[in-house]
């Protein structure tokens, strides 16, 4: 575990106040929240709390810190339950009773419009603090749980690396966003949900740029393969981070590749290139990491959490 360096984006009058279990390692050292998967802010984009495309290395000073391409100019704020440590594992993670204070206090201080709490450690250790009966990670509306206090609570799962869909995430955010709109929590329209059922298999950005492409089949399934075997490799290996090189050899072991190539994992770093290219990096094999450079893209691959 390491000291994190992010600050919550904290005022009165947000409309709605996000709630993690704590920092990543990789947002904490970008110092960005939601830095390391983009699928946080394509989740907002897709259910309509953000107007426009975000990239997630910056995302969180255009959507948290001011309200420019908010929806309807909402006022959106983001906090942790602890907030002090950087840790990738959230199994790691022990929130203490004194943390549940905190929260409570504060959210009661700045008493938001709502709060989503997003991850399902956060939701378990809150209600257990205020002795009421646990709900479920991607419940959605849970209205006022806080005595002499408006704000109404939301639980929906965290971005990523669970088992729940993103569509049963986005269809809570819509929730969310009706709810703010009409001041109650109406079930999301058969229509809202057909639109997100067909944004599902979309690429991550609203629109292609030249070099995008559309995948195959064969691809997509070969990508959701080699995303399973990497996170089983990160997940029974010491390392935080590894390169294409490093892995390959185990894939080969699982089938994915018939040998290992000459030059360092040629072969994987093409499948790499082609989901990147199609927008669905984050979405298909969310363990990868790109960091551009003017001439050439290097990879890392990191466990989701």
């Known amino acids: 575990m390491e000291k994190s360096s992010l600050i919550p984006f904290l005022r009165e009058g947000l409309d709605i106040l996000f709630v993690g279990l704590n920092p990543a390692k990789g947002s904490s050292r970008n110092r960005h929240y939601f830095s390391v998967n983009q699928a946080f802010w394509n989740q907002l984009y897709r259910a309509g709390l953000i107007t426009n495309y975000v990239d997630k290395m910056y995302a969180d000073v255009i ?16 906090t942790d339950l602890i907030t002090e440590i950087a840790e990738s594992d959230s199994r790691k993670i022990k929130p203490t009773v004194q943390d549940c204070i905190r929260l409570e206090k504060m959210i009661g201080q700045y008493e938001p419009k709502t709060a989503v709490l997003l991850h399902g450690t956060v939701v378990k250790s809150f209600f257990r603090y205020l002795n009421r009966p646990i709900p479920p990670t991607n419940a959605g509306y849970l209205g006022r749980i806080l005595p002499d206090c408006t704000t109404d609570f939301f639980t929906i799962a965290f971005p990523h690396g669970n088992t729940i869909r993103s569509d049963e995430k986005i269809s809570k955010y819509v929730e969310l966003k009706n709810h703010l709109i009409n001041g109650e929590a109406p079930a999301v329209k058969n229509t809202e949900l057909k639109k997100i059922k067909d944004m599902k298999d979309k690429p991550d950005q609203p629109t292609q740029s030249k070099g995008d492409k559309m995948l195959s089949e064969n691809t997509v399934g070969k990508a959701k393969e080699i995303s399973n075997h990497l996170q089983e490799y990160c997940s029974n290996h010491p390392n935080e981070e590894y390169k294409p090189k490093d892995v390959l050899p185990y894939l080969v072991e699982k089938g994915i590749f018939n040998k290992v190539d000459s030059r360092n994992g040629r072969d994987l770093r093409q499948v790499f290139r082609d989901v990147d290219a199609a927008g669905r990096l984050s979405e298909l094999i969310p363990q990868v990491y790109p960091e551009r450079k003017k001439v050439n893209t290097y990879w890392f691959i990191k466990a989701v959490q």
């Open 63 to 78: 959507v948290f810190g001011s309200n420019d391409i908010n929806y309807t100019y909402w006022s959106f704020g983001i």
